[in-house]
């Protein structure tokens, strides 16, 4: 069956430290990979996307994901975590190719320690 | 221009009373999707609409759903009966280029 895994439920880290969201996907041929942000109570921010053109991709607020087709996986990167980082993190697919509808995986939990 | 817009922001009704939530769409896009928000389930897809195409409504959790699309632009999503099960947040996104856009949400509580 095709789906998206994110790997850890929460993920806490400390402000200036790196962040690692990981993300596994199943899938009969490469999809379009997307990661969403989700701060509380507000809707879905796409943070960055991967259409095959390159497989390192960088979005917005310094984060950057690697598209890894061997591995098929889609890991979140940041450098140095701000406090404003602190949100749900959805790794998304589409896997369908006729209604190309979004394929969520169940989000990470960011917590940013001072 | 604007951002997907989706009213009401909350809806709180009892149990049994119909529904309806709406969603304005980022004008120009022709893909429209809702999706459901909830504890247990995640986000799941409910139902797309493409330019004057027939909807795909395989997403849809029973009949008691349906949503409409008028003039390709505002859709309104309908939830006949509510129950307590349909709580949750009904998410609207527009698309483009692969690229869905999504609204702020109407978090509904049956009651």
């Known amino acids: 069956a095709q789906s998206v895994t994110q790997l850890d439920s929460h993920v806490s880290v400390s402000e200036g430290t790196p962040v690692l969201l990981r993300c596994n996907y199943s899938s009969s041929y490469s999809p379009s990979l997307f990661w969403y942000v989700q701060h509380p109570n507000k809707g879905l921010q796409l943070l960055l996307k991967y259409t095959s053109a390159a497989t390192l991709v960088k979005g917005i607020n310094g984060f950057e994901a690697e598209f890894k087709k061997s591995e098929t996986s889609f890991h979140l990167t940041k450098p140095s975590a701000h406090m404003s980082d602190a949100a749900e993190y959805f790794c998304v697919a589409i896997m369908d190719t006729g209604r190309r509808a979004l394929t969520f995986g169940s989000g990470t939990r960011l917590q940013v320690q001072p | 221009g604007a951002g997907v817009s989706q009213s009401p922001s909350n809806k709180v009704t009892e149990k049994g009373k119909d529904v309806e939530l709406r969603c304005d769409p980022i004008?120009?896009?022709?893909?429209l999707y809702w999706y459901r928000q909830s504890l247990g389930q995640g986000l799941e897809f409910l139902i797309y609409f493409q330019g004057n195409s027939a909807p795909d409504k395989s997403g849809l959790p029973s009949d008691r759903f349906s949503a409409e699309r008028t003039g390709g632009s505002v859709s309104t999503l309908t939830i006949q009966r509510t129950q307590q099960e349909d709580s949750a947040v009904y998410l609207c996104?527009?698309?483009?280029?692969?690229?869905?856009?999504f609204g702020p949400g109407t978090r509904l509580l049956v009651l």
């Open positions: 996104a527009s698309s483009v280029q692969e690229t869905q856009y």
């Open positions: 004008s120009g896009h022709t893909a």
